[in-house]
């Protein structure tokens, strides 16, 4: 299925916009969450950078490939894929809250309260109010 998968994408870059479009994203998406399942992080990241390039828009797949990074201990690619999640879908306390964590292993602890702060103010009240609680004074 992965070989007619990667055939399909070497096809879908040789060809029209059009065409693009035949190779399910979902079929990425869900494959990327298969790999994060099986602990295979860089396999997670490949599909959800496939279904990026497919589909750039969709909050999800820039939220659970930002994720693939976190597994992967990439925080760097984390705040980046969180930040893009952010930028999709401003009210998604999970992306402050995922952000703010890379932030808070990279020493950006101002930075990390300062998300999960939105992450409250956007809806998340258990874990951001406990990390609050945990780190910022």
């Not at 990439?74 to 980046?80: A, L, N, S, T, W």
Request: aromatic share 12%.
């Amino acid at each position: 299925r992965l070989n007619a998968l990667k055939r399909g994408y070497n096809k879908a870059l040789n060809s029209t916009t059009s065409d693009i479009y035949n190779i399910p994203v979902e079929e990425y998406y869900f494959n990327g969450l298969s790999k994060i399942n099986s602990k295979d992080y860089i396999g997670a990241i490949a599909e959800f950078t496939s279904a990026i390039e497919l589909n750039p828009y969709d909050y999800k797949i820039h939220y659970f490939r930002a994720s693939a990074f976190f597994l992967n201990m990439d925080y760097r690619k984390v705040i980046e894929g969180s930040t893009k999640t952010i930028e999709l879908k401003p009210r998604y306390a999970n992306a402050y809250v995922q952000r703010g964590i890379a932030k808070s292993i990279l020493k950006d602890l101002s930075g990390a309260c300062n998300d999960w702060e939105k992450a409250v103010s956007v809806g998340d009240t258990t874990l951001a109010i406990d990390l609050i609680k945990e780190n910022c004074n």
